[in-house]
């Protein structure tokens, strides 16, 4: 069983919907992130928290670490959101290494 | 500022065949990563370094070196390039210590056939 799972693995959504992600992971962590990769792209960071909740823009991220679960909002999505959306999980330690979901393709046709 | 900057973006190699895929970085950054992704599959962390002159081993460093001589570059090296090393390879920095933010490099998509 892989450390953290994302679901779905793909999601089409229309544009407008609201679209959860979700992330489960099985070890104690210091720090959650959220990434996203366009189809050919880079990957960027969208947020990094250890607690409650933030939100950029459209985007919302939460955490329960009690539960050891995270959700990526998106609020009225639209076209230029399709992208892989990746969870990773920092155990802690002076190395600050990750561990990362296999990702969440996301499609919003318009 | 440019970031994380790789050089070469695209490479195809022959078996047996060996090179060096260069990761450059310009925020002073202590913490440097070597990842690979495969469809299907997480990112990996091939090898890593925590400062000039220091690397250490990730998940999956067999057929892989690398070399940090100076603070802004990484090196990672193939010296006999296998089907199995085709995959798509990410630079990655960050500063030092726990909770923080990694920036990752635009990738390198390397074929071998």
């Known amino acids: 069983k892989n450390e953290v799972e994302q679901s779905p693995q793909n999601l089409t959504a229309q544009e407008g919907e609201f679209i959860t992600i979700n992330c489960s992971y099985s070890v104690g962590i210091s720090a959650l992130h959220w990434l996203q990769q366009h189809p050919g792209g880079g990957i960027v960071s969208l947020f990094m928290l250890s607690s409650g909740k933030k939100k950029h823009g459209r985007l919302i991220a939460t955490i329960n670490i009690q539960e050891k679960h995270s959700s990526l909002h998106i609020t009225a999505s639209h076209p230029r959101d399709s992208a892989v959306y990746i969870c990773a999980v920092g155990p802690g330690g002076a190395t600050n290494k990750l561990i990362f979901g296999t990702g969440t393709l996301l499609a919003v046709q318009p | 500022n440019a970031g994380v900057t790789q050089t070469p973006k695209f490479r195809v190699l022959k078996t047996g065949q060996s090179m060096t895929l260069l990761c450059a970085q310009d925020?002073?950054?202590?913490?440097m990563y070597w990842y690979r992704q495969d469809p299907g599959m997480g990112l990996r962390l091939i090898h890593y370094?925590?400062?000039?002159?220091?690397?250490a081993k990730g998940e999956v460093p067999d057929g892989y070196n690398v070399s940090r001589l100076k603070k802004q570059n990484f090196l990672l090296g193939l010296e006999s390039a296998a089907p199995s090393q085709t995959s798509v390879y990410f630079c990655?920095?960050?500063?030092?210590?726990?909770?923080?933010?990694?920036?990752f490099g635009p990738g390198t998509r390397l074929t071998v056939l």
């Open positions: 370094s925590v400062g000039e002159g220091t690397t």
């Open positions: 990655a920095s960050s500063y030092m210590g726990d909770y923080n933010e990694q920036f």
């Open positions: 925020m002073n950054h202590e913490y």
